[in-house]
């Protein structure tokens, strides 16, 4: 199975700023089929990016995902308040679906 | 809209089985499949399995095979999966998601059941 290690495992950063988030596969994941997800606390995840660069329906431009092969990058230009959660990759282009660690952006 | 609306919290001792409901709406049940995901409490997310809405093909995760079973009701567009020989490492937040095929992105997702495992 395809192993997903994300880094780093905490953001900590200010409103306004820059994040980039990384998500390196074990193997190459065919056709860039890498998603992202929001979860909040309490939530279920949201689906950010698909096709590892596709913003899903109704995300800001803020976010942008890019990378293909085993190297995949989340983007959020510049964090609003709503964006400090964790981030999840998924890599579905072979079975099984398998999820990196997350990586957890806070408030500095 | 496009939702899916989950059962409610389960409570279940070690051996037994639990059953967890995700009922569709808003789109064609039939033109997709349902993934299930869980997630044991503060750790990351686990893909259970996938089945077809539209023939009932399944897709398990080796390490259930033999314990989890995905089924479909068409006439009331509904999803379930069934875990059975419960164990107390099976206690987390169980969540159906929306796919096309097997190799799908999930969106939307439930909104989640919790299933706790406890003698």
């Known amino acids: 199975e395809i192993v997903l290690t994300q880094s780093p495992g905490t953001l900590s950063l200010s409103p306004g700023e820059r994040a980039t988030l990384s998500c390196r596969a074990s193997?190459?994941?065919?056709?860039?089929?890498l998603a992202w997800y929001q979860q909040k606390p309490g939530q279920a995840p949201r689906l950010l990016i698909y096709?590892?660069?596709s913003r899903a329906t109704g995300i800001p431009d803020r976010f942008s995902g890019s990378g293909s092969g085993t190297d995949f990058t989340l983007t959020i230009s510049r964090l609003e308040p709503e964006d400090f959660a964790v981030y999840y990759c998924q890599q579905y282009g072979s079975s099984p679906v398998t999820f990196g660690g997350g990586t957890k952006v806070e408030i500095k | 809209q496009v939702q899916l609306v989950q059962s409610g919290a389960e409570v279940k001792k070690p051996g037994a089985s639990v059953k967890v409901s995700c009922k569709a709406s808003?789109?064609?049940?039939?033109?997709?499949?349902i993934s299930w995901v869980r997630q044991a409490p503060g750790q990351g997310l686990e893909w259970m399995g996938w089945?077809?809405?539209?023939?009932?093909?399944?897709n398990y995760a080796q390490k259930l095979q033999g314990r989890v079973t995905m089924t479909t009701d068409t006439s009331t567009s509904t999803a379930y999966m069934e875990l059975r020989s419960l164990r107390s490492d099976d206690t987390a937040v169980y969540y159906c998601?929306?796919?096309?095929?097997?190799?799908?992105?999930?969106?939307?997702w439930g909104q989640g059941t919790l299933v706790t495992v406890s003698s």
């Open positions: 808003g789109y064609t049940f039939t033109s997709y499949g």
């Open positions: 089945i077809s809405a539209y023939n009932g093909n399944t």
């Open positions: 998601a929306r796919g096309g095929t097997v190799f799908n992105w999930f969106d939307p």
């Open positions: 193997q190459s994941v065919s056709s860039s089929y």
């Open positions: 096709g590892a660069s």
